[in-house]
């Protein structure tokens, strides 16, 4: 079983709708989570961070559920511009762990006029 | 600051040949960590180095795959020799320990054809 799971995609939405998807993490130890956006051809970069009590940055919002080992990403009223593929990670925040990440395959979401 | 910089970004060699891949991380930054993505198999964490150390190298498939981080502004990630399906992109990124989201800046890849 892979550490951290998303289903892949794609997720077709129309352009001004709403589109929301999961991610899995098997181990329990883990502390810290993430949502990684990768474009197209480009490198991923850090979209937000996804705290215990739920987070929004403007459009955006994670929420955590460590009971059910899962967390989500909302998008609310999609862009074109949100089209991309976005990874699901996870830290154990431990002294051996250290900086290292955990990455999902990645979800992709093509937002269409 | 310039970012986490890769070279070549692109690269094509055929089967057989030693491929050497470079990573610049930011400055001041004191892990290291080297990545590969193909559409089967996702990111894959190959290796990691703190403070020039390698720390983890569990993901590196075999013994044709090695890395090295000589100093703090420098890591090169070998390939020798060389096969088909070593076809990827091959990320670099780097990070502060002690930041609150631990957030790797990824350089921009380097994409690896094998022939």
């Known amino acids: 079983r892979k550490e951290v799971e998303q289903d892949p995609g794609p997720f077709n939405v129309p352009e001004g709708a709403t589109v929301a998807f999961n991610c899995t993490y098997s181990?329990?130890?883990?502390?810290?989570f993430f949502w990684y956006r990768q474009d197209c051809r480009k490198e991923p970069k850090l979209l937000m961070s996804v705290y215990s009590s739920g987070n929004e940055d403007g459009r955006f919002t994670a929420q955590l559920n460590r009971a059910s080992q899962y967390i989500s990403l909302l998008i609310r009223d999609s862009k074109l511009s949100d089209s991309a593929t976005y990874l699901c990670v996870v830290n154990l925040r431990s002294e051996a762990a250290g900086n290292k990440l955990t990455f999902g395959g990645g979800t992709r979401v093509l937002v269409k006029p | 600051d310039a970012g986490v910089i890769q070279s070549p970004r692109h690269e094509v060699t055929e089967m057989g040949q030693e491929v050497t891949l470079r990573c610049k991380p930011i400055s001041g930054h004191d892990y290291l960590f080297w990545y590969r993505q193909t559409m089967m198999r996702g990111l894959e964490l190959l290796i990691y180095?703190?403070?020039?150390?390698?720390?983890?190298d569990s993901g590196m498939p075999e013994d044709r795959f090695s890395a090295k981080m000589p100093n703090a502004s420098f890591s090169t990630l070998k390939i020798q020799p060389s096969e088909p399906r070593d076809s990827a992109v091959y990320f670099c990124?780097?990070?502060?320990?002690?930041?609150?989201?631990?957030?790797?800046?990824f350089g921009p890849g380097t994409r690896l054809t094998v022939l």
């Open positions: 180095f703190n403070n020039n150390v390698p720390i983890d």
């Open positions: 181990n329990s130890a883990s502390q810290s």
């Open positions: 990124a780097s990070s502060l320990s002690g930041a609150p989201d631990l957030t790797q800046y």
